[in-house]
């Protein structure tokens, strides 16, 4: 079977998809794969042993980003093509079967939409690749021996970010239980410069951040005890991959987006969901949620 998978520019969205995509190979474990998706999500994909073919659809003005994926895949002969952005290119290609997402918000969990398209019910978690190289220099990076505190103080934009001050009032609350903290963030200098306080002042800590294939990433938070971090595509990432991950929600909607996963959660600052200030949540409830997912962790 080829299956065109066309999922979502953003690295959050991507990896909630991926429960799906992984449910399709379970049930047809010869599938081959092209996926569509944006340049920041490429390197999650690229891992998956059935995937053959990965096609970056970088926007474009005019929409002409849909114009080159349609006229990369138009050669091609699908069994099936799935479209998680609600796009119409499924239409002019040629395929057997075709489900297409809807666009737009509604409301629910995000991960019930994509899960949706195939009647299942539950919805399957999220889940990430890597290859053994990434496991030999994530275990060379974050050795055994020691219990290892995932931090993520970025998120793609200021709104969303819990203050930084806070993170290491937690993260000093958190490494007196025996936990040595690790820093990630994404590529680029504005993500490092919210990140900077905690790597300039938190004793002890590793800088991970920055410009890793997303495979590399969940294989470096395999390692870790607990991962805290504001919603973000990091956030999804650590959940997929099975670590006890707790995001930090203010005004967006855990209700669409709080991590799925074998070991997640989430606390919420206290308003309107949608429009509560994260910087109103409090140190002390996200260290005892912490704490939670420590003691029930793996």
Not at 6 to 33: E, K, M
Not at 170 to 187: D, H, I, M, S
Request: glycine letters at 10%.
């Amino acid at each position: 079977m080829r299956i065109l998978f066309i999922t979502a520019n953003r690295l959050g969205d991507a990896v909630i998809s991926t429960g799906l995509l992984a449910a399709l190979l379970r049930r047809d474990p010869q599938a081959r794969v092209t996926v569509a998706c944006g340049p920041v999500a490429a390197s999650l994909f690229a891992p998956c042993p059935n995937v053959e073919r990965i096609i970056r659809v970088g926007k474009k003005k005019w929409d002409l980003h849909w114009f080159d994926l349609w006229r990369a895949c138009v050669g091609t002969r699908w069994d099936l093509v799935i479209d998680l952005r609600g796009s119409a290119i499924s239409l002019f290609l040629r395929s057997k079967k075709r489900k297409i997402l809807r666009g737009g918000r509604r409301p629910g969990a995000r991960i019930g939409h994509v899960a949706a398209l195939f009647k299942l019910n539950p919805p399957p978690l999220p889940e990430v690749w890597t290859t053994p190289e990434q496991d030999q220099k994530a275990a060379r990076l974050l050795p055994d021996g020691m219990r290892w505190l995932a931090l993520a103080p970025t998120a793609n934009w200021d709104g969303k970010i819990w203050p930084p001050e806070n993170f290491l009032a937690l993260a000093e609350k958190l490494c007196a239980q025996n936990l040595r903290p690790v820093v990630f963030y994404g590529p680029g200098a504005d993500e490092h410069a919210r990140a900077e306080l905690l790597l300039k002042q938190l004793p002890g800590v590793l800088d991970l951040g920055g410009d890793r294939p997303i495979g590399e990433v969940a294989a470096l938070l395999r390692r870790c005890a607990l991962f805290v971090g504001n919603d973000s595509g990091l956030m999804h990432v650590s959940a997929a991959a099975g670590v006890p991950t707790l995001g930090l929600f203010g005004p967006s909607r855990a209700s669409e987006y709080a991590p799925s996963g074998p070991c997640a959660s989430y606390i919420a600052a206290p308003g309107p969901e949608g429009s509560a200030p994260i910087a109103g949540l409090g140190v002390d409830p996200v260290y005892e949620a912490a704490c939670s997912l420590l003691s029930h962790g793996r």
